[in-house]
């Protein structure tokens, strides 16, 4: 099914028990970053902060945290794996679905300009993390650009962290659509700003396409309707030409001078680690438009721990991973599963490989490192078909029984990175050294010493009669 807007997906979450309203008064300074960061540990509920000590507007976090709401947000079955979303995500987004444009929507029925238009009145000041550099609005902020060149929009998630009651900072890296509007706008426009809007709060599929990462054209309002079954609904802003869902929560319009950087941070990042401060864009608000009763959305980044996972994982990690196993499985050349484990913070990926010939591995983890999403990649560990990739386990496995170090491990110096590898220090950030580990059975090297290597003892086929009659057993697991 496709969801009209936010509020009618939070109605479901809340009716099978996937969503919790707080409705104790809670500290937007610590409380919220500490009970999000628990939820996120046991695999918790979406939460709905619906009392926030000092202002008005409540707060939503975890919507989409767990595989579970992963799935009820693309309207499949709750109980649907990881790789049958994989599957039918990457099945959907092969027939884009142009969004519809109207006249107006829910996200206009209040708008405020001029003096009105105040950050403060309309954004608890959240602290996501201690030590952060101030109330960071958009964590889940969506933000629209248009290209300068081709006219096609992008909508990307980049930071914000509020300056005053009308500027932001924006971290739209060149490395991202955003950045590289900015870039060819400095070059067509020179000393303008570029319009760029941001919508907060919107239906969820819209949100996962906001995080994943497509070629263009077409835009990812056309994949969001793709994923979602149905045209997505739009509407134009007031100050620009930007078009923006109907039913978001809160929009705000406003510009960007490429050339006007201020400090920003520090921010804890998706990797788990806390980021410098850094000099970045400046969003200068010009209006604010937003439905009755207005939910911010944002997220408490980090690093998976416990059971858990992180919301921002599901949004651009996923989103990252469908691309690659699109390429790789399309390829029809051995590659039987892969998977970005969301606790590599984008950084890796691990592969099940049918191994076909001499250098396969080498061959399958380069084609990785040259994909679209390949500058986030920094290792791939490549195993055996048998060897289940979504259990660290296995691969650990893998690694101690099948892996030699100096034959099998390829390392390639100086590639481009994201400026958040906490790997290498602040004056060699941007440059990686990437790994590939072949960890699949040294078959060419057995047969070429006239022997065939040792087969694994998994017994496949018992397990499976096994588990057909477990209820005759009466053992309870």
Known sequence: MAYKDLRQFLALLEKRGLLVRVQAEVDPSWEINGITRKLQEVAGPAVLFDNVKGHHVPVLSEL?????RLALALGMDAASTDRQITEEWIKRVEHPIPPRLVKTGPCKENVLTGDKADLNAIFPPVIWHKGDGGPYIGTLGLQVTRDPETGCQNTGIYRMMMRTKNETSLYMPVTQHGGQHLQKWARLYPGKPMPVAVAIGTEPCYLLASGAKFRHPPAEDAYAGALRGEPLELVKCETCDLEVPAT????????????????CGPFGEYTGLRGDVQNFNVFHLKAITHRNNPIFQ???????????????????????????????????????????????????????LRVLRPGHPNY??????????????????????????????????????????????????????????????????????K????????????????????PPCHDPDIVAKVEARWDRYGIKL
């Open 435 to 454: 790994m590939a580990v072949d960890a699949t059975t040294p078959v060419y090297e057995y047969r070429a010493e006239g022997r065939e290597p040792p």
């Open 364 to 433: 399958i983890a380069q084609r990785i490192f040259g994909s679209p999403v390949g500058n986030h990649v920094k290792n791939v560990f490549i195993v055996d078909e048998g060897v289940d990739i979504r259990n660290p386990g296995e691969v650990f496995w893998a690694m101690a029984n099948l892996l030699q170090a100096d034959r099998d491990v390829l390392i390639i110096p100086r590639c481009p990175q994201d400026g958040l590898d906490s790997s290498q220090p602040y004056s060699k950030r941007f440059i990686t050294s």
């Open 248 to 263: 978001s929560e809160i929009v705000l319009e406003g510009e960007v001078y490429p050339d006007e950087l201020k400090p």
């Open 298 to 352: 944002g997220t408490r980044e980090g690093q998976p721990r416990g059971k858990g996972s992180v919301e921002d994982g599901f949004l651009w990690i996923k989103g990252e991973e469908y691309i690659i196993y699109k390429e790789l499985m399309g390829m029809n050349d051995g590659v039987v599963d892969v998977h970005m484990p969301l606790w590599g913070s984008g950084h890796q990926v691990n592969v099940a």
């Open 64 to 68: 989409i945290g767990t595989l579970e």
